[in-house]
């Protein structure tokens, strides 16, 4: 009797038990730039954790997701411990500890898995675009020097090369499969002691660096690359698989809800920019406006070919109904090609997948097929 054995590499999973407190905003953009920095990173999930016990909306989505390493900044008692173990059985649980010198900026609640993962720099080879009649023509990474930090609107929709944990200067061979298109000050990229990460073009403003962002197809950020060729599960909720996310606001909720609902988009579209968060700051800004009308135009993928036109649900916790729909008329106003809608007075609760599609998530690899065979554990 002949027996088969099915076997593909897939990313690590890390499942991060958080809370919101008063340092929730470093927590989370250290967690958000660790992910980018890794393999399918961008589909690890994040936990909430309330009155001591995980919420419960959250559990059977973490039993489905089947973390190989569970990473808390919370504190656990010891029941807690041997609950996670015997339910969710991840190889790692680790606890986040407090930094020893007392900083709580976002370099001590920079994680610290303890298996070395794949880096999202390893996927440029079998990413580049091109076809064999023609050469390969090297991705356009977006970057920033160490120290310099982009809008937050730059680093969680699209991530930087230099706000990563382990960026360091390319090695000599990288142009040939990365270039960056790095923002700079011009005092620093006119200092001959700090060259930019990279070689490749330099932008010192930032509206110039989103007009390009807006403009060039090509340009993605470390975001993009985590998500790509990446095995996952897809849940198919209707409220999320079939239209575009657009969160508005910065709270604890906003942050956690877009990070959760990228993962309800299709696999096939894991290559592409298909979710976005801004600020309500930012949209007064007509300078900033303009260019997001642009990469909505110009850089969304559309997840549902059902329609003529594509649909935008804007979400927010941080906006009342009222205010969210004086957004959405702006949109609305701007751009004449797509549906907006507004859902204002999210919660936690609303990018967990509906009780249907926790039943039958799909399994499949990076490129929307299925996965033949079951997926190890």
């Known amino acids: 009797m002949t027996e088969k054995a099915h076997i593909r590499p897939r990313p690590i999973r890390v499942a991060f038990l958080i809370e919101e407190h008063e340092h929730w905003q470093p927590m989370l953009d250290a967690i958000f730039a660790d992910c980018f920095d890794r393999w399918g990173g961008r589909f690890n999930l994040l936990v909430p954790r309330e009155n001591g016990s995980i919420r419960g909306s959250y559990v059977r989505w973490l039993e489905l997701y089947d973390p190989d390493i569970i990473y808390s900044y919370v504190d656990l008692s010891e029941s807690e411990v041997a609950l996670i173990h015997e339910r969710f059985y991840p190889s790692f649980l680790v606890h986040h500890g407090p930094n020893r010198k007392g900083s709580r900026d976002e ?10 993962a ?41 991530g930087c090369y230099g706000r990563s944990p382990t960026a360091r200067s390319m090695a000599d061979d990288m142009p040939e499969f990365v270039q960056t298109v790095t923002f700079v000050s011009e005092a620093i990229h006119n200092n001959l002691e700090t060259n930019p990460l990279a070689s490749g073009d330099v932008v ?136 907006y809608s507004a859902e204002a007075a999210i919660t936690l609760d609303s990018c967990v997948p509906s009780a249907d599609a926790l039943k039958n998530p799909k399994q499949l690899t990076g490129d929307g097929m299925w996965f033949q065979g079951r997926d190890w554990h």
């Open 107 to 116: 370099r001590a609640f920079r994680p610290s898995l303890p298996i070395q």
């Open 118 to 158: 794949l880096g999202s720099l390893s996927v440029t080879i079998g990413g580049l675009p091109g076809d064999p009649t023609s050469p390969r023509k090297p991705i356009a990474l977006l970057g920033t020097r160490r120290g310099l930090r982009p809008s937050q609107f730059i680093q969680e929709n699209f």
């Open 204 to 339: 010192a403003d930032e509206h110039v660096f989103l007009d390009r962002i807006s403009k060039e197809r090509n340009l993605i950020g470390l975001s993009q690359l985590s998500a790509w060729l990446c095995p996952r599960l897809e849940f198919h909720d209707d409220s999320w698989a079939e239209s575009i996310c657009l969160v508005v606001g910065d709270s604890f909720i906003d942050r956690v809800v877009f990070w959760n609902g990228r993962s309800h988009l299709p696999v096939w579209l894991d290559s592409g920019l298909v979710t976005l968060k801004t600020s309500k700051e930012q949209l007064d800004d007509p300078g900033f406006f303009s260019s997001l009308i642009g990469i909505i135009r110009n850089r969304i993928r559309v997840p549902t070919s059902n329609s003529s036109s594509a649909h935008f649900r804007l979400r927010s916790a941080s906006l009342t109904q009222s205010e969210l729909d004086r957004v959405c008329d702006n949109f609305r106003n701007q751009d004449k090609r797509a549906f």
